[in-house]
């Protein structure tokens, strides 16, 4: 009976530290997908940067080709000036002059405001493809320790999948699918220590004899409030 109950003991043993070092990989990849996010988050701003400062480039060329089509439409209309004949001539080319050289004005507000929204853009743009070398630098780095450990945490919990398989042949067909549904059912814990009277899985208290029959038992006792397995510790 001891032999059984230390074995279920050990079992019970190597399965938290499955728990914990699967709870610890999930914490590492946590991290790699934060890390990846921010990574994604940084190149879609940058991304989003060059697009919209393409757009303004885009838009500025096009204001370009219309103002030298105004400047030239302008030296056209005052090139004529000189063979005009009538007055009445005259006065509406200079209206003409007048009003295009007011356009290329409009032109040239309008690629200055554009050529100032690009330098700042590019600023940003800047700032970001640093923030994004920096960043990757760091991500590098991580993912590298990243990779080591998760490669460490697979290899450990392969090596103890042997050791569990090799316990869980020491039982019973019957006690081994008691022990996994409690472990699936209890959160991780399905074999408890019994001390002054009471499970400790539950902390509530055993009827005496049960905790009295733990030192005699011939077979596995359980917990009639959490039914998880019992074990009493010499000496008590």
Do not use: W
């Not at 019970?12 to 994604?40: P, V």
């Not at 700042?120 to 590298?144: H, P």
């Amino acid at each position: 009976m001891q032999e059984k109950l230390q074995l279920l003991k050990e079992l019970q043993g190597l399965d938290l530290e499955l728990i914990n070092i699967r709870e610890s990989r999930k914490e590492i990849e946590k991290e790699q997908a934060l890390l990846n996010a921010d990574l994604e988050r940084i190149q879609s701003m940058v991304s989003s940067l060059v697009s919209e400062i393409e757009g303004l480039q885009t838009e500025r060329r096009e204001l370009g080709r219309a103002l030298d089509q105004e400047q030239d439409n302008v030296e056209k209309a005052e090139g004529r000036l000189p063979s005009i004949k009538t007055q009445k001539e005259y006065v509406a080319v200079l209206k003409e002059v007048d009003t295009a050289k007011k356009l290329n004005k409009e032109i040239e507000d309008r690629i200055l405001a554009k050529d100032s929204e690009i330098e700042v853009l590019e600023r940003d743009r800047e700032e970001k493809q640093q923030e994004l070398a920096d960043l990757m630098a760091r991500v590098e780095s991580r993912q590298a320790e990243i990779s080591g450990a998760l490669g460490g945490f697979d290899k450990t919990l392969d090596e103890k999948a042997v050791q569990r398989e090799s316990l869980l042949q020491g039982l019973a067909t019957q006690l081994r699918k008691r022990y996994q549904l409690l472990l699936d059912r209890r959160n991780g814990i399905a074999v408890v220590e019994a001390r002054n009277g009471a499970c400790l899985g539950c902390n509530m208290h055993l009827p005496p004899q049960l905790f009295n029959s733990l030192y005699t038992a011939t077979e596995v006792l359980t917990c009639p409030h959490c039914n998880r397995l019992l074990y009493i510790e010499n000496g008590q």
